[in-house]
């Protein structure tokens, strides 16, 4: 068993309803999945891994290697429950950047402005395949008609070598908070896992593939019908893993609730469903339960 790969040029020819389905089918069956011919350039995708590995070795690897998560794991013989063995910075258009690693700037800007017009067309599909108006889950996003304040972060982690790997995750098993979520992971060394039908399965490394997603709020503005995947990273003890994971979230004053479209064709009560409820106030609960069942994260938030 292995998460779908599908070809995102294909919506732009002869076999665009075959790919909607197949996406749609993604989405619904695995909360993951791989796209080919995305759109983003190869060059730009060979510079961005090119200047990620010099960031680490210049800016991080040091810092890593002399971590107390580094000497808790030497120092005790237990499993370490509560840490990832990852490094990570957070790159927000508006943040400081980094700024010994020659090109990183540049270029990270260049393929995160890529990427979020990636993730727009993502979301378009899925108003299609939902039977949404064309721009809903945008919209809902970013707080009504015309708005452009949903967030747009990346995260560009390491996860280093590790002496002792079945004693600490490279990521501990979660869902995703946000909405979607645009993966360019390493394309040698593997570790990504995804939950379907209650077996790990790897999320195999292809060159130059974008790894889509779906979050929390994507699982509620569908009613269910999307569901967020867990997934964690496995830590091992050859390799450095790159992975570059970028979020499309809505922004934190965006009201998010099940389409109503979508509560009417499910005939259900909207009580019995999703409740309705503020971004910023769900990220409060999540940063505290980000491990934990999901379910309880709903009914916090429904309670507010």
Known sequence: ????????????????????TQIANACEEWGFFQLVN????EELLERVKKVSTKFYKLEREENFKNSKLVNLLDETGERLENVDWEDVITLLDDNEWPSKTPGFEETMKEY???????AEKVMEVMD?????????????FNDGEGGDNAFFGTKVSHYPPCRHPERVNGLRAHTDAGGVILLFQ??????????????????????????????????VLSN????????????STDGNRRSIASFYNPS???????????????????EQTYPKFVFGDYMSVYVQQKFLPKEPRFQAVRAM
């Open 128 to 140: 299609e395949n939902l039977g949404l108006p064309k721009g809903y889950i945008k919209k809902a």
């Open 38 to 41: 995305h759109g983003i350039p």
């Open 1 to 20: 068993m292995a998460i779908p790969v599908l070809d995102f040029s294909q919506l732009n020819g002869e076999e665009r309803a075959m790919t909607l």
């Open 186 to 219: 390493d394309d040698k060394v593997g570790g990504l896992q995804v939950l379907k039908d209650g077996e790990w399965i790897d999320v195999q490394p292809l060159p130059n593939t974008i790894v889509i997603n779906t979050g929390d709020q994507i699982e």
């Open 224 to 235: 269910g019908r999307y569901k967020s995947a867990w997934h964690r990273v496995m830590s």
């Open 252 to 270: 934190l004053s965006a009201t998010i609730a099940p389409a109503p479209q979508l509560v009417e064709k499910t005939n259900q009560q909207v």
């Open 112 to 118: 995160r402005f890529e990427l979020k017009k990636l």
